[in-house]
């Protein structure tokens, strides 16, 4: 857009840009506003022609400079395994472009008013540039080191353990509602603990240090069915390694209806006493899930 001043007749006044036509209005008295196509970049040259009759004209021809762009700051940073999206504050109608240090372009997209997605990693120094034409302003930014993988939960789940952005605050929410809240360390480990939460569930999980974010939605998937096995049980054996595919839910051992042994399962192997049992003994292994998923395997007592 310009603006244009007329203290003569109504004359049309026709509009060029680097000899190609822009636009053309008839002017009133006083100030007209001239929209154009596109914002003007340095370089060009703008012509108006304000004609009353083809032998009364006036030109004026121009080249279009620019001053150097005086803001340039990230405000939000959103990272992942492979990419960041910057929120930037910059001024209107500039150039927006990313490079390594040593000027290697990254493929870049606007995602949004202001942001911008660059195929980058954790750590990597990014170099963004602010342009008018030649004059530029650039901010070296590094972006934080940071294991970001994906998030997965079950509705057999009741902690996460994971790797995040470093001293980070970590949240997990459905809707609006904080379910889960935590820190993670110098090196971005944290435990994250809740109530089991439903298949299908869509929960939002975020960590926030200063700036910087790792931000995701997760649907919550149905955990899988429960498998159970041991090894050969003698007479002798008062302990037993139990295998499951799980690393959670409650291992229950019963001969007949009573019950030998009760323990949580924290890991793929449990090991659960059963003390002595006689030879010939059957003995129920039971695994039970926090959904209420189940298996069992029965085994003789050599």
Do not use: C
């Not at 089991?196 to 149905?222: C, N, Q, W």
């Amino acid at each position: 857009m310009g603006v244009v001043q007329n203290d003569k007749l109504d004359p049309v006044l026709a509009v060029s840009r680097d000899g190609r036509a822009e636009s053309a209005k008839r002017l009133t008295k006083g100030l007209n506003v001239i929209n154009l196509k596109e914002p003007l970049r340095e370089g060009q040259t703008i012509k108006l022609v304000a004609s009353f009759l083809p032998e009364f004209t006036k030109t004026l021809e121009k080249k279009v400079t620019s001053d150097t762009p005086k803001v340039l700051t990230v405000k939000d940073v959103l990272l992942t395994s492979s990419s960041a999206t910057f929120t930037l504050a910059h001024d209107p109608n500039t150039d927006i472009y990313f490079t390594t240090s040593s000027g290697t372009s990254f493929y870049s997209r606007v995602v949004g008013t202001n942001r911008y997605r660059i195929s980058a990693k954790p750590g990597t120094t990014v170099v963004i540039h602010s342009a008018y034409g030649s004059k530029k302003k650039k901010l070296t930014y590094k972006l934080p080191s940071a294991t970001i993988p994906s998030v997965t939960l079950t509705d057999e789940q009741t902690k996460r353990v994971g790797k995040t952005l470093p001293n980070a605050t970590v949240t997990l929410k459905n809707g609006s509602k904080v379910i889960a809240t935590t820190k993670s360390n110098a090196i971005g480990s944290y435990t994250l603990t809740f109530s089991r939460p439903r298949a299908g569930t869509k929960l939002y999980f975020e960590a926030k240090s200063g700036i910087h974010r790792d931000a995701k939605s997760v649907i919550v998937k149905s955990g899988v069915r429960p498998t159970i096995s041991t090894g050969t049980i003698r007479s002798t054996t008062k302990s037993v390694a139990v295998s499951t595919n799980v690393p959670y839910g409650t291992l229950y051992v019963y001969n007949g209806s009573r019950l030998v042994a009760k323990k949580s399962i924290g890991s793929t192997t449990t090991n659960v006493y059963i003390g002595s049992q006689r030879r010939g003994t059957k003995l129920t292994f039971k695994v039970v899930t926090p959904a209420n998923r189940t298996n069992q395997t029965t085994k003789s007592v050599y």
